[in-house]
């Protein structure tokens, strides 16, 4: 009897155990979306758009309530997802346009999640929007940690659905059929998504692998294209009709399409996003990878209110205050969802309180890898698997470079934003009670003036000024 007890609970701990670790060194996707909003999704209240393939990774794995951007624009918000370091920190603080194309290169001298990776033996690859370094710059993705890049290098060209080119690695691919911007025949975003799938075809699970898809849907313009997806909300909302720059001889890059239907274009746009997230996972099952696959969709800021977007309508921002270049909760808390059958047990919500910053510690642990870079970020593997105790952070911290400066720090429940912060560093701030007052409707900073100090204390060391993207005016 001794022995048979002795047996069971050897056989109960080593089950423990077991359940205990992770599968080793997972293959990791990364799905961003470009300008979606927190309640753009139906798991977040969404009802005049439908995403059910989102919803099912929602249901199949867990939502991340409380996540956050790295920041309320694209670039700079991108380079705090690849380096792990907030706003205050990291290298790329705005959106700095080079000619002829393409934006200010991130530094050789960073570590990205993407050389993380691939040195720890990943297979790496990205398509879709670049925006951290022109093609040849030491900002291209082949220089940062990627083995295959297809998509837009520059997120002015990437205003145009139907641009005259794409890249393929450092190769330019003419779209012929698009005519140099005076006809709309090549759907960029669908060319694109056919790159990553065929990617997707060729693993063979023998070799773990990183792909990086950040979409352009739904960022201005409104142009989808005229199919069954988008025909479907055609007529089911008012519409304002949109005028702006139309393809043709005078066509500019960065411009804006008209759009006769606004509200569908939008809609349709959301939904064609929708499907390409099913397609990954739909062709994860395919190959036999998906149970050994993480994959994580969020988006990179905020709603816009260009081109004839109208987060209003939508209710985009969720209810939440602001919409992109604000950072109040609407122009930075992101839908987050992640999915790993077998591994995140499905239907789970977390109130984990992260960062885009988090992603570069989080996918080294994963992977087995050390971070010898600096980064503000945690890891949340605990938080994400529901296996270990999850550390916090002490606090989060963001800065906005354009609209005069804006800065914000998150320390618990308390949230502080700072307007007009470039020209007056050290001005007033706004301070907002998360957790009777998430819609940040009433500012408490007279109320409690130690807590309105402490954060400015804090948010005045969160900011080492760069030389290359000069912030306040000391």
């Known amino acids: 009897m001794t022995k048979f007890f002795a047996g069971l609970l050897l056989f109960v701990f080593s089950w423990a155990q077991a359940q205990s670790r992770l599968p080793a060194r997972p293959n990791i996707i990364f799905i961003l979306a470009d300008d979606l909003g927190y309640g753009d999704i139906g798991i977040n209240g969404q009802n005049l758009i439908k995403t059910p393939n989102i919803d099912r990774m929602a249901a199949q794995g867990i939502q991340f309530r409380q996540f956050y951007a790295g920041t309320t624009v694209c670039a700079p918000s991108r380079s705090a997802l690849m380096t792990g370091q907030h706003t205050g920190h990291t290298y790329i603080r705005g959106n700095r346009e080079l000619q002829p194309e393409g934006q200010f290169p991130i530094a050789d001298s960073v570590m990205t999640m993407a050389e993380i990776l691939k040195q720890a033996g990943y297979t790496t690859a990205a398509f879709g929007k670049w925006g951290l370094g022109p093609v040849g710059s030491e900002g ?23 641009p005259n080119h794409l890249w393929d ?62 025909a479907s909300y055609k007529g089911k909302f008012t519409e304002k009709p949109y005028t702006g720059a139309d393809y043709g001889p005078n066509a500019k890059t960065g411009g804006y399409a008209s759009q006769a239907y606004p509200h569908a274009a939008y ?19 395919a190959k036999g990878l998906d149970k050994n696959t993480l994959v994580i969709f969020s988006s990179d800021n905020g709603p816009h209110v260009e081109g004839g977007g109208d987060p209003t309508f939508f209710n985009s921002n969720g209810g939440f205050r602001g919409v992109k270049r604000d950072l109040y909760e609407g122009g930075i808390r992101e839908p987050f969802v992640a999915r790993w059958p077998g591994v995140i047990k499905p239907g789970t919500q977390s109130d984990f309180v992260g960062a885009f910053w988090d992603l570069l510690p989080t996918f080294a642990e994963l992977a ?17 698997t529901g296996r270990g105790v999850q ?17 914000a720090i998150r320390q618990g429940d308390w949230k502080a ?58």
């Open 140 to 162: 291209d993705p082949l220089k940062q940690g990627f083995q295959r890049f297809y998509g837009y290098n520059c997120q002015g060209l990437a205003h145009r659905y139907y």
């Open 169 to 230: 690695n450092d190769k330019k691919v003419v779209l012929a059929a698009n005519k140099n911007l005076t006809q709309t025949s090549e759907f960029a975003p669908d060319l694109i998504q056919k790159q990553a799938l065929r990617f997707l075809d060729k693993r063979t699970g023998s070799q773990p692998f990183f792909l990086f898809l950040p979409y352009t849907l739904p960022h201005a313009e409104l142009v989808p294209p005229d199919d069954s997806l988008f």
């Open 267 to 285: 809609a349709a746009m959301v939904a064609r996003l929708d499907l390409y997230v099913g397609q990954v996972l739909a062709k994860l099952k």
């Open 368 to 384: 087995g890898a050390k971070v010898a870079a600096r980064t503000d970020g945690i890891s949340f593997v605990p938080a994400l």
């Open 391 to 407: 550390r916090k952070h002490d606090y989060l911290y963001w800065e906005f470079h354009e609209s005069g400066g804006k800065q």
């Open 417 to 474: 934003v700072r307007l007009q912060a470039a020209g007056n560093p050290n001005g007033p701030i706004e301070l907002y009670d998360l957790a009777k007052d998430p819609f940040e409707s009433h500012n408490l900073a007279n109320k409690f003036p130690d807590k309105a100090r402490y954060l400015i204390k804090l948010m005045n060391e969160s900011h080492v000024e760069s030389s290359i993207f000069p912030f306040a005016k000391r």
